[in-house]
């Protein structure tokens, strides 16, 4: 099955562009001055940017446009004048209105807000220059991570700055409803479309064909977030297809030679909505959207944020993707305008690319010493004493640059300088003292008297520390699957340890990005990335520890503990829920309380049990692994739980489980 000789994949050799601070001109020059500047961007074949009125005209006579409103009118009994008119409406809720000045005033106000929040704005001038000469060649998607709301305003900035064109946005309602600022944003060139659509034929039909006429004239860069959201936990989400169905179909129908998908990393020191998220995650509901919260939240300006990157990555081309995988001769059987559901491979071509292009943002994630800072932190719940944590840090900092890691480690300063560093930065998450550093989790407010109150204000640390841990895990990922794996198969054999690898992967593929099909490349990546290491020698049909290789291997069941730990408490809780008739809204709220008992028994550590996107995510797997069924029981959803298998899968994790202490005990022996 495996081959004995592994071959690296690419990524771990690949060479990346330098960075330039952005910042630093605009602290020596005024803001004014930049924001009414000369605007002159090079266009996509030299085109005169499209009035916003013109866009509509396009859009509601379009073939397409006009063949579902005669479909809706038809199914409907509406007239074909009254469904074109709701068409016109959907439009007029949903289109961006750009405007010159409005985006003048952004980037006056924009350079002066991240003047005082960032000490520094990376980006890759190389990346730019690609970007460039890719506006030029084929319509572009822009296509960014997306871990803070400041994601958008930093790419029209930066964008702006480079007299480069600037991007359409596809923005959720939520911001509409902000007074001002909602439509501030729409003149900046954000388009705004629900959060869901259900069976609404017609606004469907207006969504794609707008995102589509925008694409195929080339009158503007499309941008939107492949996740759909903001990843509260900073891992990458699992990736949405529609809108990535939308932009590939005009090339798929022969409208559009090529289409150039343009991957972008962003990556936060500190996350501006840190704690937000945090609590969030530990049921606190969402601030609504408002300009008055807007407003309030100005304070942060007076926080310090550390340093942001942006990585702009090789353009994709969408030709050179699709080669050999899609048959586009299929388009050709009906006319262009008439909507198609995508083929059974046109599908699993959409997924495999999306999870592709995430995985290129992962890997050009910049990652400061801080992320490995929080990893050891968050596996040593007592702390570590200041030297210790440094000279750990030092080796995690080699482990994690031998696995292909994009760190950012200053040059020409000591460990000991650069720990120091970020400490400070993260002072609010951390108690040191008398040399001893650990996360803040013992000094509750002294107003949360209750037992529950303290945990709460416990997690908020612990989620907070794990969201930045939490953005090198695609690093560690695969070989601590391969970790736990040796461990749980208490075997040698290399089937064995495969076939363990290969349930982890498959338990844990709604929590991490995991390529479909790549289950065999995975593990041999894992392989070679270990035996490079010296943590493993892989001979023919076996896979043996070396005899320095215990440390590197804890630490690495370490770093999948919580999650291990996590689904073992979803699969407990099912398992032991009386509710025969529990419902899929109602999950959440009784696994978080199930947790909660748990950590206020002492029988359970893990906080990072009570993350609904942890429960999610372990609903999802269940759900896919067929030991949980959805049924829905009039308005509602309810689950239908099979006990034998949810126990059996709670096994086969306890199995796999480590102590969280294991690698702190192994190092402290080997010290």
Not at 407 to 416: F, I, R, V, Y
Not at 555 to 584: A, H, I, K, M, W
């Amino acid at each position: 099955m495996f081959s004995v000789f592994i071959q690296p994949r690419h990524p771990v050799l690949k060479k990346r562009d330098d960075f330039e601070d952005v910042l630093e001109e605009r602290r020596r020059s005024s803001d004014l001055r930049y924001a009414l500047r000369c605007y002159t961007p090079t266009l996509y074949k030299g085109l005169v940017p499209c009035k916003a009125s013109m866009l509509k005209s396009i859009v509601l006579q379009s073939d397409h446009l006009q063949y579902v409103i005669k479909q809706v009118s038809s199914e409907s009994g509406d007239s074909a004048e009254c469904v074109a008119e709701e068409a016109s409406l959907i439009l007029d809720e949903m289109a961006h209105r750009l405007q010159l000045s409005t985006i003048r005033f952004f980037a006056f106000t924009l350079s002066k807000a991240f003047k005082r929040l960032f000490r520094s704005v990376c980006v890759n001038e190389e990346g730019i220059q690609r970007l460039q000469q890719a506006v030029q060649e084929h319509p572009v998607v822009l296509l960014p991570s997306h871990r803070s709301y400041m994601d958008f305003l930093m790419m029209s900035y930066l964008l702006y700055m480079c007299d480069l064109p600037l991007p359409v946005i596809a923005a959720g309602m939520d911001f509409m409803s902000m007074k001002f600022v909602g439509e501030m944003l729409r003149m900046s060139g954000a388009f705004f479309i629900r959060r869901s659509f259900g069976g609404d034929k017609l606004y469907w039909a207006v969504f794609s064909e707008y995102v589509k006429t925008m694409l195929r004239n080339g009158y503007a860069p499309v941008e939107f977030f492949l996740e759909g959201t903001r990843s509260r936990t900073c891992k990458s989400l699992t990736p949405k297809m529609g809108l990535l169905n939308i932009v590939m179909e005009p090339f798929f129908k022969g409208e559009l030679f090529d289409v150039n998908l343009v991957p972008v990393s962003i990556s936060y020191e500190r996350i501006l909505e840190e704690s937000l998220y945090a609590r969030e995650l530990l049921g606190v509901p969402k601030p609504k959207e408002s300009t008055s919260g807007l407003l309030k939240a100005r304070r942060v300006l007076s926080e310090d944020y550390g340093s942001m990157h942006v990585y702009f990555g090789h353009p994709v081309s969408l030709r050179s993707l699709a080669e050999g995988k899609i048959n586009r001769s299929q388009y050709n059987l009906l006319p262009r305008y008439i909507p198609q559901k995508p083929r059974v491979d046109t599908h699993e071509f959409l997924n495999d690319a999306a999870f592709r292009l995430v995985r290129i943002q992962e890997e050009n994630m910049v990652l400061k010493p801080w992320v490995l800072i929080a990893t050891l932190l968050l596996q040593n719940p007592d702390g570590l004493e200041l030297s210790f944590l440094t000279e750990q840090t030092d080796w995690l900092r080699h482990l994690a640059l031998a696995f292909g890691a994009f760190l950012d480690w200053p040059n020409h300063e000591a460990c000991s300088e650069v720990v120091s560093c970020s400490l400070a930065l993260h002072r609010h998450l951390l108690s040191v003292s008398a040399g001893h550093v650990q996360l803040n989790v013992t000094d509750a407010p002294q107003d949360e008297t209750t037992p529950e109150e303290a945990v709460f204000h416990r997690a908020v640390v612990v989620l907070s520390c794990a969201s930045y841990r939490n953005q090198i895990l695609h690093v560690f990922l695969r070989p601590a699957l391969l970790a736990v794996a040796m461990q749980s198969a208490n075997s040698n054999r290399k089937d064995d340890v495969y076939n363990c690898f290969n349930f982890l992967r498959n338990m844990f593929s709604n929590e991490f990005i995991l390529c479909p099909g790549d289950s065999v490349q995975d593990f041999e990546e894992a392989c070679y990335l270990l035996m490079k290491r010296g943590v493993l020698q892989v001979l023919e049909h076996e896979i043996v520890m070396s005899a320095s290789g215990h440390s590197t291997l804890a630490f690495l069941c370490s770093v999948l503990d919580p999650f291990l730990q996590g689904y073992q408490v979803v699969c407990r809780c099912l398992c032991e829920e009386t509710n025969e008739n529990l419902t899929e809204k109602e999950f959440i709220p009784a696994v978080r309380s199930f947790a909660l008992k748990l950590i206020l028994a002492g029988r359970l550590k893990c906080c990072e049990a009570l993350s609904s996107d942890l429960q999610k995510n372990a609903l999802a797997a269940l759900l896919r692994l067929k030991a949980v069924r959805k049924v829905k029981v009039g308005d509602q959803v309810t689950l239908k739980v099979n006990k034998i298998a949810v126990n059996s899968l709670e096994d086969t994790l306890g199995k796999s489980n480590v102590n969280q202490n294991s690698w702190c005990s192994s190092m402290a022996m080997l010290k």
